[in-house]
């Protein structure tokens, strides 16, 4: 098992910035990628960020060169920095672990961007 607690959403102006933290505990040795999800009122969650246990990273177009992903392995925490935020960022972003038997997801975190 794998348990996932967010921290950092919040309200923010267009143009702000936000650092999500995801730390992972339980049995954190299976995760090969994690990475962040976010999913907007009346949409599908959509995969935004994700890195993998030998550092690779990957971005959905809509989110490259302003969000970047970072891990810390000795915390066990994973990041994703945003910056430029827009208000079509506004979501509830997860973090997910994924490792060969399942995924596990965080409970969310708000971000609000205001125009």
């Known amino acids: 098992q794998v348990q996932l607690v967010e921290s950092g959403g919040g309200l923010v102006q267009a143009g702000g910035s936000l650092r999500l933290s995801c730390a992972a505990s339980?049995?954190?040795?299976?995760?090969?990628?994690m990475g962040w999800y976010r999913q907007a009122p009346g949409k599908q969650r959509e995969l935004v960020a994700a890195?993998?246990?030998?550092?690779?990273?990957d971005y959905a177009d809509s989110v490259k060169g302003r969000f970047t992903i970072s891990r810390d392995n000795a915390k066990n925490t994973v990041y994703l920095q945003i910056n430029s935020l827009k208000p079509e960022d506004t979501a509830v972003y997860y973090c997910?672990?994924?490792?060969?038997?399942?995924?596990?997801w965080g409970q969310g975190t708000q971000v609000t961007v205001s125009s």
């Open positions: 339980g049995s954190i040795f299976s995760i090969n990628v």
């Open positions: 997910n672990a994924k490792t060969i038997f399942r995924h596990y």
């Open positions: 890195i993998t246990s030998g550092g690779n990273t």
